[in-house]
């Protein structure tokens, strides 16, 4: 059983002070206003940012439209407080596991509240059980005639390839991760070399249709304040994936607008600066929120190192 399965551990966890200063490694505190002071902070940097109201698995109707409605709220903020972020959500945070066509209701409530703002809404990527409807829902509103909307690519699936494939054709925003559940190896790779390979792999095809695109189309260009991301965004802490990404970048001769990196609050700020230094625009996955508990867990499961941090907020008095 996984960590973020165990009752007692997350009853400890976020009910003391020790989880709550574990997660504020990774989660920019409780509330809207401290997640857009971070975001603040982070823009006067170079760097920009998009923004996750923590919540997943969302029991009931009145729970999605709730979290519709925070998310709704997030985009006035954002663009009271004139930052550079756009947001991303979860579909079963709004309504995916209660029934797909209220889902839609609430993501069309979400995406013509961006438009207004001329914001972009990401469709974080969840486990495998998520991934046809996810995609479906996304294909679903591009035939409503929606495009400030991304979605999100996981290089440890299977079938990833095809999917990026189809993707890539509508001219998609893609974020290209590795991804963050425990997925069965009658679908995802097991070996985190393969996932790698399928990383670097991915990789190319999304930085050669993008060469594709700037050959007939020319240069995108900064058209909204750093709230709608390029084609691409190329999101891993792992530098070999991002060196990667970036010799085959300056190999298509792609400009540097055009090519994104993404890093998650907490994680690897040396590697955001030496990005933005370069010239490349970097932004930044903030999670916020009173239910940071699953998120956390995902952190932790990815480096045993971060389980010692944990430890030693225990023991810190
Ligand atoms: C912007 C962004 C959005 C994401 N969105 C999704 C999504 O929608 N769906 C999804 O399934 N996954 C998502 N992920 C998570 C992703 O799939 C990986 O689980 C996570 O990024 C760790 O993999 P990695 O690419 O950094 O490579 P790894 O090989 O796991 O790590 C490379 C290096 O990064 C550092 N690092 C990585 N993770 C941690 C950590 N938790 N704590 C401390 N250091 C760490 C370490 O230095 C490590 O050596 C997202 C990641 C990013 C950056």
Not at 55 to 79: F, M, N, Q, S, V
Not at 194 to 222: C, F, M, P, S, W
Not at 235 to 254: F, I, W
Not at 265 to 271: P, W
Request: with cysteine; aromatic share 8%; charged share 30%.
């Amino acid at each position: 059983m996984g960590l973020s399965k165990v009752g007692w551990v997350q009853r400890i966890l976020t009910r003391s002070k020790m989880g709550r200063r574990t997660a504020s490694r990774f989660v920019a505190g409780e509330t809207p206003e401290s997640a857009i002071r971070v975001i603040g902070e982070l823009n006067s940097q170079g760097i920009l940012a998009t923004l996750d109201h923590l919540g997943e698995d969302t029991a009931t109707r009145a729970d999605a439209e709730k979290a519709a409605g925070d998310i709704l709220l997030i985009l006035d903020l954002i663009d009271k407080a004139g930052v550079k972020s756009n947001v991303s959500i979860k579909l079963s945070q709004i309504g995916l596991l209660q029934d797909e066509a209220f889902c839609i209701d609430q993501l069309k409530r979400i995406l013509d509240k961006a438009r207004l703002y001329n914001n972009f809404i990401r469709l974080d990527m969840e486990d495998s059980s998520l991934t046809d409807r996810t995609l479906n829902v996304y294909w679903e509103m591009r035939k409503h005639g929606y495009d400030n909307l991304g979605v999100v690519i996981q290089a440890y699936l299977f079938r990833s390839e095809a999917d990026l494939c189809e993707l890539v054709e509508d001219q998609a925003r893609v974020r290209l991760c590795k991804g963050a559940y425990k997925e069965p190896p009658q679908i995802a790779f097991p070996k985190k070399q393969d996932v790698d390979a399928n990383y670097d792999h991915l990789t190319e095809i999304l930085l050669e249709r993008v060469a594709q695109e700037v050959r007939e189309k020319g240069e995108r260009g900064d058209i909204d304040g750093g709230k709608f991301p390029p084609m691409p965004a190329i999101a891993t802490h792992d530098p070999l994936r991002q060196q990667h990404a970036l010799e085959v970048a300056e190999r298509l001769g792609l400009p540097k607008s055009e090519v994104e990196f993404q890093m998650l609050y907490g994680i690897r700020r040396d590697l955001q600066e030496n990005l933005v230094a370069k010239g490349y625009p970097v932004r930044v996955y903030i999670p916020y929120g009173t239910q940071w508990y699953p998120y956390l867990m995902r952190r932790l499961g990815e480096r045993p190192a971060n389980v010692w941090f944990i430890l030693s907020n225990f023991f810190r008095r």
